[in-house]
């Protein structure tokens, strides 16, 4: 069981927006930043968003990123079907002393 | 523009080491400080991250793989290799390298990845 919670799957149809949330606690999301992948079978994960909120170059501005307390959130604006892939989110954790994911969640874009 | 590729044995015994490698190119990889770093994804699994290696040499460790892990790095040949020993059914995973910025430990990021390598361990 992932220490970093997120719901297993998530829908939406073409143009509307997404929410994914991620649940953690003070010795993770509460203390520190958080970091969203996009993971596709055979392709090379993609980062997203780092530091809650940052994009890197050449990440769409349909992709953004905020946290609150010990729960972080990554909103998909304007879907498409290219979005269709799992995500996860990633941080440090004070208690295992490491990087920690959580267990992702596919979209599905209907 | 830098990109990372795995390479590995594809199928080990239980008990085996496992050993990979993954090839740097478009970027040096000393010319900036980064680490270089080693995730794996179990078949229905979250992410896990295992290790990783700074550019000058220095390791720092998932704490569950403290013992059985160990990283190399070979810059002029533009590598760096994971070795895991005692593999079980458990350490059946896709295996992925990485890259993150030499930040603080707790402000870590994976900015750069690796398509993946299946590993399967079977007897």
């Known amino acids: 069981q992932s220490v970093l919670t997120q719901p297993p799957s998530a829908s939406g149809t073409p143009g509307q927006r997404v929410t994914i949330s991620c649940s953690g606690s003070s010795s993770n999301i509460g203390s520190y930043s958080v970091n969203w992948y996009q993971v596709l079978p055979g392709t090379a994960p993609k980062l997203l968003i780092y530091k809650n909120s940052v994009r890197p170059s050449g990440v769409p501005d349909r992709f953004s990123g905020s946290k609150s307390g010990t729960s972080a959130s990554l909103a998909i604006s304007g879907l498409q079907s290219e979005d269709e892939a799992d995500y996860h989110c990633a941080g440090w954790d004070d208690t295992r002393k490491s990087v920690i994911f959580g267990a992702g969640t596919k979209l599905t874009v209907l | 523009q830098v990109q990372l590729q795995e390479s590995g044995p594809g199928l080990l015994k239980p008990s085996e080491t496992l050993s990979l490698t993954c090839t740097v190119s478009g970027a040096s990889m000393t010319a900036t400080p980064y680490y270089w770093g080693w995730i794996r994804q179990a078949p229905g699994k979250g992410l896990e991250w295992i290790a990783s290696i700074y550019y000058r040499g220095g390791t720092h460790h998932n704490p569950s793989f403290e013992r059985r892990a160990a990283l190399s790095m070979d810059t002029f040949n533009h590598f760096f290799s994971l070795r895991l020993t005692s593999v079980t059914a458990a350490d059946t995973a896709v295996y992925f390298c990485?890259?993150?910025?030499?930040?603080?430990?707790?402000?870590?990021?994976?900015?750069?990845w690796g398509r993946g390598t299946l590993v399967s361990v079977s007897s």
């Open positions: 990485a890259r993150h910025p030499a930040t603080v430990l707790t402000d870590w990021y994976f900015d750069v």
